[in-house]
């Protein structure tokens, strides 16, 4: 399996990426990780005549404290994401949801920034940055603007990325406090892709209660979104087991699941619902402890 | 294109195409076939080496993504010949029967052991999940693993 052959730039900084960018247009293609482009390219899906390789510049990698929350260069690895003590401190949902992508390999490799552009729908970082609220910042020759993840994920393989820009970024910010947070996910048992992934934010209220509660979900349709039903049902209830499966029950309402070899729309549906369950009764677990 | 690495320890320089996997510059350019290729499409991890210290696929990897950085294959691990602790295992528990998923395997488990000296069963098992095995079932590697992590005593 080798690819068809194609040019090759390795761009120093953003800016000349993006001059090259504009100057090969839609014959370009960004490179990251490789973690999804080269498996493309090897099986001739995807035949661009160059690559712009923007891997290696500065300053678009590494996890830094803002005044908000954290900000996350686009070129960081999922590992990096995995073992951030800033992360698994600040949300650890996120870093959680790292963890589970592929495997060694694959997270030493691909990038944030990649996978985000990339927009599997079986991919599991959509759901931890729906429910963490998150935004995701490109940049074009003509500025950069900030695009909230509710936003970003416009379809399988689509997102809200216009031709000609680059993510830099991901703008993570804090979860209120007192907040719990988990990622469940049903892999695929061969490639370790999401079949179901769900990520549950839930912030306790007084008395015993739910005051408010996000829940992202990747893998069960095209793109990946919030329950809101499933948010709605719990906002101000009591955080009781039957709580949280009335409400999760709710968790694939309004949506057409995928059907494919790996699991039929019905199963998706069944997964939403009780990986949903799953996950804010342990991201409520964690809210106590 | 023109490509330097460090391989095993040794500056090589060579003239490659960009869509040169890097799998196929170890084997067929630098002649290093400890490096082996089986699923080509990203999933078994036979083609895994060290990239700067890192274990990645290198059938998922252009030679050009690579430049300049130092490469460790299955050859690497065992300069003049002496075994890593890892290899002495993996030979002492039966860590192998083919051998074709092997060289992969022990540089996942290399890069276990540096990032976790003293991994549970569990951490084993995930460490090494994007290996497959089909002669083992396993368990005689995790056993190597862990023998290799304890005779090791928490150094790489
Ligand atoms: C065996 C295997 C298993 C995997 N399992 C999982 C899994 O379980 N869960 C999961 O979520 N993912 C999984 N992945 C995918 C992996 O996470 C990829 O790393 C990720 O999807 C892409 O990141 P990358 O940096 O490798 O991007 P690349 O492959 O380099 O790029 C992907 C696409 O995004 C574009 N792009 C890259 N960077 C940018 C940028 N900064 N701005 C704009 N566009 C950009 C590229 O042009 C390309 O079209 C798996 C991959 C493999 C090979
Ligand atoms: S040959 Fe590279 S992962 Fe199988
Ligand atoms: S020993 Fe034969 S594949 Fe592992």
């Keep these: 399996m080798i690819p068809a052959p194609f040019g090759y730039k390795r761009p120093g900084t953003l800016a000349e990426a993006l001059a090259l960018l504009r100057e090969h247009g839609e014959d370009a293609r960004l490179l990251s990780g490789g973690h999804s482009l080269l498996p493309l390219l090897k099986a001739r899906l995807a035949r661009p005549g160059v690559l712009i390789d923007i891997a290696r510049i500065p300053g678009l990698s590494g996890i830094t404290e803002t005044a908000g929350g954290l900000r996350i260069g686009a070129l960081t690895t999922h590992h990096e994401v995995e073992a951030s003590p800033l992360v698994r401190e600040a949300c650890p949902l996120l870093a959680e949801a790292a963890g589970r992508i592929g495997d060694v390999q694959v997270r030493n490799r691909g990038t944030i920034g990649g996978s985000a552009a990339h927009a599997d729908p079986a991919s599991d970082y959509p759901a931890a940055l729906l429910a963490l609220e998150a935004a995701l910042v490109a940049s074009s020759p003509d500025g950069t603007r900030s695009i909230p993840a509710a936003g970003f994920f416009t379809g399988p393989y689509e997102s809200a990325l216009k031709p000609g820009e680059i993510l830099t970024a991901v703008e993570v910010p804090s979860p209120p406090r007192g907040s719990g947070e988990a990622y469940l996910k049903a892999a695929q048992q061969a490639s370790g892709f999401a079949v ?31 329950a809101r039903k499933t948010e709605e049902a719990l906002a101000g209830k009591p955080a009781s087991p039957d709580a949280l499966r009335r409400a999760a029950a709710l968790a694939a309402e309004g949506v057409e699941p995928l059907d494919d070899f790996y699991a039929s729309a019905d199963f998706r549906r069944q997964l939403a619902r009780v990986y949903a369950e799953r996950a804010l009764a342990e991201a409520l677990r964690r809210a106590k402890g | ?20 996997l890097l799998v196929h510059l170890l084997r067929d350019e630098a002649g290093l076939t400890g490096t082996h290729i089986a699923c080509e499409t990203s999933v078994c991890g036979a083609c895994t080496v060290l990239l700067d210290g890192k274990a990645v696929k290198s059938c998922t990897v252009l030679a050009v993504q690579a430049e300049g950085s130092e490469i460790t294959t299955i050859e690497g691990l065992a300069p003049g010949g002496k075994l890593h602790p890892l290899q002495e295992q993996f030979w002492e528990k039966h860590g192998l029967q083919c051998g074709y998923c092997t060289p992969g395997m022990i540089l996942a488990a290399w890069q276990l052991l540096e990032r976790r000296p003293d ?38």
Excluded at chain 1, 196 to 224: D, K, M, N
Excluded at chain 2, 7 to 19: H, K, L, T, W
Excluded at chain 2, 131 to 155: F, P, S
């Design chain 1, 196 to 226: 179901c992934g769900v990520a549950a934010l839930v912030v306790p209220g007084p008395g015993g209660t739910i005051a408010s509660a996000r829940v992202g979900v990747t893998g069960v349709a095209a793109p990946a979104y919030r």
């Design chain 2, 1 to 20: 294109m023109n490509i330097s690495l460090c391989i095993n320890g040794q500056s090589r320089a060579f003239d490659a195409e960009p869509r040169t």
């Design chain 2, 119 to 156: 991994p549970s069963e569990e951490e084993i098992r995930h460490g090494i999940e994007g290996n497959l095995c089909r002669c083992t079932g396993y368990q005689h590697i995790v056993d190597a693993i862990q023998a290799a992590a304890a005779q090791m005593g928490g150094k790489r």
